[in-house]
């Protein structure tokens, strides 16, 4: 287990990952071991508020989806900075329908990425924009088709 309290430093190596190829050619992410994290929302107030991620060998997440146009001013989507925020955004999200699950995903994203200090906050707010832009409109797609 490993309980966040001192999240800038822990993030970076959870879950335990290696880039791998996938099936189109492209790279992934792969996690290497089993094991869950919590995730402190309000450090101060110790281990109460936290959400609890759970992880598994082999499990595989495509890191943060960086549209083209925007990749020479984000960077690469495998970027150590952003694996766990892309981790647990995705485990929200890609096995959710509840629309409250989701922006619970983007909420963690959003706290991840802003704990981790080598993160700048400029690109910080750009890559959480981005997400939150795209949960709307595919909530609006599902309403509408």
């Known amino acids: ?3 966040l309290t001192n999240q800038s430093e822990a993030i970076a190596d959870y879950p335990p990952r290696k880039i791998i190829d996938d099936s ?3 790279k992934m992410w792969e996690c290497t ?4 994290l919590r995730v ?3 450090p101060e107030s110790g281990d109460m ?3 609890t991620v759970y ?3 082999g499990e595989r997440w495509d890191g943060a989806t960086v549209p083209a146009v925007l990749r020479g001013l984000i960077g690469d989507r495998l970027d150590d900075a952003w694996a766990s925020a892309s981790y647990v955004h995705d485990r929200f999200c890609d096995r959710s329908r509840s629309h409250v699950v989701r922006q619970l995903g983007d909420v963690l994203f959003w706290h991840l990425l802003r ?3 080598a993160i700048p906050r400029w690109k910080r707010l750009v890559m959480f924009a981005g997400v939150r832009a795209w949960s709307i409109i595919m909530a609006l797609a599902r309403r509408f088709y």
């Open 55 to 57: 992880y598994k060998a």
């Open 1 to 3: 287990m490993n309980s």
């Open 115 to 117: 704990v981790n200090p």
């Open 40 to 42: 402190l929302l309000f």
């Open 33 to 36: 071991a089993s094991g869950h």
């Open 49 to 51: 508020d936290a959400i």
């Open 24 to 26: 189109s050619g492209g």
